[in-house]
């Protein structure tokens, strides 16, 4: 497995506004994903997030509200635009690991709340 | 029809039961399988890939059957540390390894 880390891990922010949430990993991954998990909710994949190039989104979800960025192999941000209640949730990111594809390791997450 | 379905339970056991979860998935072309574990608050944890020999990992025994595009969990003796949200989560392949999700199920394991 890897040792993964979001930041923040929680935050409260007024509608309107925009978080940025970082992911990092401290082992060699091939692929990043970022998910969301509403309240009493399974996961739902927003995007994979794409070294170098633009994510790949999910249907349902746009660019301009969830911009990714993926810089190098074991870094990628997800920033929540324009903020509204609706968007409280948990965002987590996964990764698929160099020595172990097709199995996706989770982060631990990020508590949002919209007021 | 969802594309993972399964049971949200709860399932309420006393300890030492034995307890399955099912679940079935929609689509044919699925071609990886996994139970994960989800404590409250907490992010998914992997508990088991599922072969379609089915496999074992101490109490836990995980089944695939492919024709009936279903998929099961079996907790022998439980604990209460077992007590959880079970996800099951299939992997298509050629879809950019997209995982999705079942609802979970709930398992509580009581004195």
């Known amino acids: 497995s890897a040792v993964i880390s979001q930041k923040p891990s929680r935050d409260i922010c007024q509608r309107g506004t925009s978080l940025t949430i970082q992911c990092q990993v401290d082992?060699?991954?091939?692929?990043m994903f970022w998910y969301r998990q509403q309240p009493g909710q399974s996961l739902t994949l927003i995007a994979t997030a794409n070294q170098g190039s633009e994510a790949t989104y999910e249907s349902g979800f746009v660019i301009d509200k969830f911009p990714i960025s993926r810089p190098n192999l074991t870094f990628s941000t997800l920033t929540v635009s324009n903020m509204s209640p609706e968007d409280s949730s948990i965002y987590l990111c996964s990764v698929e690991l160099a020595d172990s594809r097709e199995t996706q390791y989770f982060g631990p997450g990020t508590r949002l709340l919209v007021l | 029809r969802k594309e993972v379905e399964q049971d949200p339970g709860p399932f309420n056991v006393p300890e030492g039961a034995t307890v399955a979860f099912n679940c079935t998935y929609s689509n044919s072309a699925s071609q990886s399988f996994f139970w994960y574990r989800q404590d409250c608050r907490k992010e998914p944890k992997l508990l088991m890939s599922?072969?379609?020999s089915g496999n074992e990992d101490g109490r836990f025994t995980a089944q695939l059957n492919r024709a009936s595009q279903y998929i099961s969990l079996l907790i022998r003796d439980s604990k209460l540390s077992d007590s959880a949200t079970y996800l099951c989560v299939v992997n298509m392949l050629g879809g950019g390894n997209k995982l999705t999700f079942g609802t979970g199920t709930q398992l509580k394991v009581e004195l």
């Open positions: 082992s060699q991954v091939t692929m």
């Open positions: 599922v072969y379609s």
